[in-house]
């Protein structure tokens, strides 16, 4: 994720392109289209959490119904884990590395700037273009050409437990300011907390950011913007939430915190995206009764309701010995048919305009909302730095929820950190 690596890194790839295995047994090149039939190997990374993998790891195995030549090797790599793992076997001669990876959307210009991934331009992955959703193909891109086909789309909302909020006699709250006010009727009529927030993910600050109007860079301008006034206030929003009681935080295992927080009914809502669904349905609060989840916008701020626009891309390792097999792969694992399978099984959003024709796909409430808060979420930077950009947010934003620092000093700190790695005319 640093800058500063991408000239070596990208003499580095050029030769492994050549000579460096992604698959392991048959992926010797047994997918070149002169053998006349798809064959090998395709080792998969996949991404998705525990909720999710086994959908994804039976549609991913049953490629091999289409291409009974080719062995789908599949691997589930935590999230958490693979950038660092996939950055480490491509940088070290390939060995190890996947034919393809599921990449965070932030992920993939990163990659493409230090030579990693394959460019799809003109190769069987990248099927019926115009279908993507505008907002999805965006982030497939770098300095021109496609990296990426993009899986999923997601963003951000407001779970909340409908019982615990009727009992308390308060409606969804749409701003930071009425959900401070329903959190304390929460308490004061059930004795539950009102929100769960992640104080351990960067990711968690961009609503709040989003809401005072601001946003970490103004990508035309190549301006750094986090420590103007909106990105203090940000932060200062979200110190006030857990400073009077309406939310509580944790610093570390944010994820399994939150979650066993509203599944068990611990707490009123969260803030969460469609990846969360089938988890947070499993809960005891939910598992009976699973209209008891609603889906709401995430609150606004003083200024105006935002969220981060997110999701899943298909890449392919530049270093792959069985590009034609992989390029085939990413195109079924992108396809219609099997987004509107996905779709029906997790309720994750499809990135193909066409999938939501489909009618059990359009028939599916959490779907049909996140949709609409797709269409207006805000896109991230597409910048080989964009995923480092949380780095400085996951020092402060935890420092900041409980008190150890000032917004002040916070966004002060991110907006050093940022100069340090946007190098040239960021100013």
Known sequence: MRRGIAATALVAAMALAATACGGDDGGSGGGNKSAGEISGTVTYWDTSNEAEKGTYKKLAED?????????VNYVSVPFGDALKN???AAGSGGSGAPDVLRTEVAWTQDLANIGYLAPLDGTAALDKESDYLPKAAAGTKF????????????TLGLFYNKKLLKEAGVEPPTSWTELKAAAKKIKQKTGKTGLYLRGDDAYFYLPFIYGEGGDLLDTD???????????????????D???????????TDGWDNMQNAIKNGDVAMTINGPWAIEDTLAGKAFKDDKSNLGVVPVPAGSKAQGAPQGGQNLTVYAGSKNLDASYAFVKYMSSAEVQAKTTEKLSLLPTRTSVYANKAVAANANVKFFKAAVDKAVERPWIPEGNSLFQAILVEFPNVVTGRTSPEQAAKSVAAAYRKLLKGDWK
């Open 143 to 154: 300095k021109g050409k496609t990296y990426a086909v993009p899986q999923v789309i997601d």
């Open 241 to 251: 939430l857990v400073k009077s009681g309406a939310a509580i935080t944790d610093a």
């Open 63 to 71: 490629f091999s119904k289409k291409y009974p030549k080719v062995k």
């Open 221 to 239: 301008a190549k301006k750094i913007t986090v420590d103007e006034e909106p990105g203090v206030r940000a932060f200062a929003t979200a110190r």
């Open 86 to 88: 996939f950055k480490n």
